[in-house]
């Protein structure tokens, strides 16, 4: 139990502290730490169940994108607010910099799996937000077309 309350807490202070060095709004803090932290979690949990970090990266970002178009409708805020500093628990630093030193010290083989798995990640956390933008798109077009028939259907019925 402490183990989760350290991993949630963590990601909520990486989350919140990069909100605040790109100036977001006070009021969007919590909300961009929570993001983060939700994020974080989703990932930890999938690492913890023994998926690979590129299935956990994916899940954390389907997590943080969630949370972040949730938050934006509450606070009337865009999302990339809440995204962008949400994001960043995920990002595969630590791997990338190690593929690099590896790279700098002359173990290749080393250096080009750790390439590999950090491009992997990333991209599956770019897919994640690619494909909750797409679901939030098809539900806010659904809701729009769901609202055009019913106004349709009440002026006929005048």
Request: glycine content about 8%; some cysteine; overall charge positive.
């Amino acid at each position: 139990m402490a183990s989760i309350l350290t991993q949630f807490s963590f990601s909520f202070l990486a989350a919140a502290a990069y909100a605040i060095i790109t100036n977001v709004p006070r009021r969007s803090l919590i909300a961009c730490g929570i993001s983060g932290a939700s994020g974080w979690m989703f990932y930890w949990f999938a690492i913890q169940l023994g998926a690979n970090a590129a299935l956990g990266s994916l899940l954390g970002a389907l997590s943080v994108a969630a949370v972040s178009f949730v938050c934006s409708r509450k606070l009337k805020l865009p999302v990339t607010i809440f995204n962008i500093p949400g994001m960043v628990p995920l990002v595969p630093g630590g791997l990338a910099y190690q593929a690099v030193r590896n790279l700098v010290i002359g173990n290749y083989e080393t250096a080009i799996a750790s390439m590999v798995q950090a491009i992997m990640i990333a991209g599956a956390i770019a897919l994640g937000l690619v494909l909750s933008e797409v679901l939030n798109h098809n539900i806010r077009n659904f809701r729009e077309k769901r609202d055009v028939v019913s106004l349709i259907r009440k002026k006929e019925e005048n």
